[in-house]
């Protein structure tokens, strides 16, 4: 098969492999589709992955080819009770549209005990710590699929994975309706954060960016202009106390993970208001003494978040996201910008890379 495999830091070739063969309780999956995250971007290009050789690309969907040794049995021993009864799971693995999530837990830990498999600390992970999305086959345990209905496109399925993300980031949050929520940083993650606050019905939301797509993509998605501050050209400090009569944000989600944009979350979010922090950090993150006084004397929640709930009960977070693709109530295909063959996917990983033109989601369609 053809496949990406990255040798070490900034040593990606595409080239031919063994089609890998379905080990017990694994499928082999035909890839369909596969999306760029932002963080295979460092992965491959800046600090490598945590071994080599290996194949990246977390976010992918396709076709079950081949079951190995009690895959079916796994497979349909996870599935939540709801789904356990529909005619379609007496089928065969082989031949089923499938979605990943590529966190491979422990299973063993306290937190996995509970189901909270993305607090696990020695999980495993397609794309990062074993190989991934970017060839033409990918190797996937069978607790880790999720199938996906004809209405759902293997595009949609792709990004089911930064869709989880954004919603697990929202349903952290306590959110109330008569929030005024921030979101700071419009890269995939926070555009469909966006989408995703707008869809539960929140409409007080005030968006910073600093590229002319993700103002588009913003607006062309239903956000009023005036509530959007290109960061490039005005104070979105000053914008934001502005927009919320000089209050601040009662909750500012921060999608950037730099220095200056936690320092604004700070500074910008109202008294007993809380700050989700969701972006990578891109380096050290500090602030400055009279920043880091508004935490105590605001007495601000800053809360973590990370990955997404996948329990295969009705209502974690990757089924949350299927529930309302297939309702059509989300449409994530409007924030994909290129789409490239398996053989040209690099010239998006260089796009994202070198940043050398704008970009929304950059998907490889196979
Ligand atoms: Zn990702
Ligand atoms: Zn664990």
Redesign the pocket.
């Not at 837990?105 to 830990?109: H, L, M």
């Given at each position: 098969m053809n496949a990406y495999i990255l040798h070490e830091i900034n040593q990606l070739t595409y080239k031919q492999t063994d089609r890998p063969i379905p080990g017990p309780g694994e499928v082999l999956l035909q890839v369909k589709a596969a999306g760029i995250c932002g963080s295979d971007i460092p992965r491959i290009y800046r600090t490598g992955a945590h071994i080599h050789p290996l194949i990246p690309g977390h976010e992918f969907s396709g076709i079950v080819i081949k079951a190995g040794e009690q895959a079916d049995v796994i497979y349909r021993e996870h599935l939540s009770v709801s789904r356990r009864d529909c005619p379609s799971q007496s089928e065969p693995l082989t031949g089923k549209r499938m979605g990943v999530f590529p966190l491979i837990?422990?299973?063993?830990?306290s937190?996995?005990r509970e189901g909270r498999?993305e607090l696990?600390?020695?999980?495993s992970y397609l794309g990062s710590r074993r190989n991934g999305g970017f060839a033409e086959f990918a190797l996937v345990p069978a607790a880790n699929l999720i199938e996906i209905p004809k209405s759902v496109s293997f595009e949609e399925a792709a990004m089911l994975e930064p869709m989880a993300v954004a919603v697990h980031a929202m349903r952290r949050a306590n959110l109330t309706p008569s929030d005024t929520i921030a979101i700071c940083g419009l890269g995939t993650i926070g555009l469909l954060l966006l989408l995703f606050l707008q869809e539960a019905g929140f409409s007080n939301i005030l968006a910073i960016g600093n590229k002319h797509i993700q103002q588009q993509l913003a607006i062309q998605n239903g956000l009023p202009e005036a509530c959007y501050c290109d960061s490039r050209q005005q104070n979105a400090g000053e914008w934001l106390m502005e927009q919320t009569g000089g209050q601040g944000a009662s909750t500012f989600f921060e999608c950037v993970g730099k220095e200056e944009t936690a320092s604004l979350a700070v500074d910008s979010t109202a008294p007993e208001g809380q700050i989700v922090l969701v972006g990578n950090p891109h380096s050290d993150i500090g602030l400055e003494q009279d920043i880091y006084w508004k935490i105590l004397r605001n007495q601000l929640t800053i809360r973590g978040t990370w990955n997404s709930s996948f329990t295969h009960s009705a209502d974690d977070d990757w089924h949350y996201v299927l529930n309302r693709l297939e309702q059509k109530r989300i449409r994530p295909g409007c924030l994909i910008t290129h789409r490239f063959s398996l053989a040209e996917l690099e010239r998006g990983m260089h796009i994202m890379r070198d940043k050398s033109e704008e970009y929304g989601k950059i998907m490889g369609s196979l």
């Open positions: 837990p422990c299973g063993c830990c937190q996995c498999y696990c600390r020695t999980y």
